[in-house]
C-alpha cells in the first residue's frame, strides 16, 4: 500500500503474517484488496492505541487521593490544563465535552512522539491520520451543535446577526466550516511531516550533539501541534453549541 517510502519493519512483519485481515478491513472501507495492505501509519495507529490502553489500564488500579505518585501527579496537571483551556474557550460547561478534548489530545500526542522511538514512525507523518482526526472533529462539533441548539437554531448560526445578511452569509459559512477538515489536516501533516525529515537530515549527517539539539525540537512541535489541534476544535465546538444568535 505504501511503496513511496520505507516500510517499517512492524509493518513487513503485518504483511507477512496478517494480510488477509488487512485486506478485511480494506474491504469494509470499500477500498480494493492489495497484496501488501498494511501501511505504516495503520499498524502505528494500532500501536499507539494499545499503548494509550494498556497504560491507562496499568495507572487506574494505582491511583490513590492519600498518597499519589509522581505520574499521577503529572496526569493530573494534564487533566486541569485541559479542563481550563476547555472552561476557556467553550465557556461554563465546557467540562461536558473533555472526554473527546483530551483523547484526541492524547492520541495525537502519542503520535506526534512515537516517531522519536528508533524503528517506529509517526502515522501522523502521513496525511490519512490528520485527515481522519480533522473528520472527526467536524462530525462531532456539528453533532454538538445539533444537540444543544436543535436543527433550527443550529442553522440559523450561519444565517449571521442580521437576516437580510443571510444570502451572503449562509454560502460564506459553509465553505468555512467545509474547510476546516482541510485546514486541521494540513497543519498537523505539513509540521509533523517537515519535522521528521529535518531530524532524518541531520541524523544522516551526525550522531552527535546537532541531532539532539532538533530531536528536542521536534518534541516541542510534537507537543504544540497536539495542544493547536485540540484548541481549535475546542474553538469549533465552542462556536457550534453558542446559543447567541
Known sequence: MQHHKEVIWLARY????????????LKLLGLPQQRYPWANFMVMELVVMILIIVFFAYLRPRLSADKP????????AVYQFVYGESEDAVGHGGSKYMTFFGSLFLFILV???????PGFESPTIDPSVPCGCAIATFVYYNLMGLRENGLFKYMAHFAGPMW??????VPIEFISHLARPLSLTVRLYANMYAGEQVTLVFLSLTYFVVPAVFMGLHVFVSLLQAYIFMLLTM???SG???HEH
Open 111 to 117: 503520535c506526534n512522539l512515537i516517531g522519536i522511538i
Open 164 to 169: 437580510y445578511l443571510a444570502p451572503l452569509m
Open 14 to 25: 503485518f504483511n507477512q503474517h496478517f494480510p488477509d485481515l488487512g485486506n478485511f478491513t
Open 69 to 76: 505518585g509522581n505520574l499521577q501527579h503529572t496526569l493530573e
Open 235 to 237: 474553538m469549533y465546538v
Open 240 to 242: 457550534a453549541v453558542s
